[in-house]
């Protein structure tokens, strides 16, 4: 079992940053691939950006590239996602996932844990 927890959502006005973070516990850290989505008010929740797990491969939503930024410190167990730029249309509850693969992508049944979401609201 690998258990998630995310943190550092909250209200920022358009154009500005935030850093989510996701620490993870359980089994070895290093051994997973991970990845952030995103689940905004009466929408699917959507892939944003993904991580193998040496951190040498990396995967964004297309709408995100150039503003989000995924990273991990395995010695810290933990997975960043720094995102600038933001846009109203960030807005959404953010997941960290993790997936029992070296490298994972978009599809969500590559990942078998997820943490319990932290909110992103961004004012316009």
């Known amino acids: 079992q690998v258990q998630l927890v995310e943190s550092g959502g909250g209200l920022v006005q358009a154009g500005g940053s935030l850093r989510l973070s996701c620490a993870a516990s359980?089994?070895?850290?290093?051994?997973?691939?991970m990845g952030w989505f995103r689940q905004a008010p009466g929408k699917e929740r959507e892939f944003v950006a993904a991580?193998?797990?040496?951190?040498?491969?990396?995967f964004y939503l297309e709408f995100v590239k150039g503003r989000f930024t995924i990273s991990r410190d395995n010695a810290k167990n933990t997975v960043y996602l720094q995102m600038n730029s933001l846009k109203p249309e960030d807005t959404a509850v953010y997941y960290c996932?993790?997936?029992?693969?070296?490298?994972?992508?978009?599809?969500?049944?590559?990942?078998?844990?997820w943490g319990q979401g932290t909110q992103v609201t961004v004012s316009s």
């Open positions: 996932a993790a997936s029992s693969t070296v490298v994972a992508g978009k599809s969500q049944d590559e990942y078998d844990y």
């Open positions: 359980g089994r070895t850290f290093s051994n997973y691939a």
């Open positions: 991580i193998s797990w040496s951190g040498r491969i990396t």
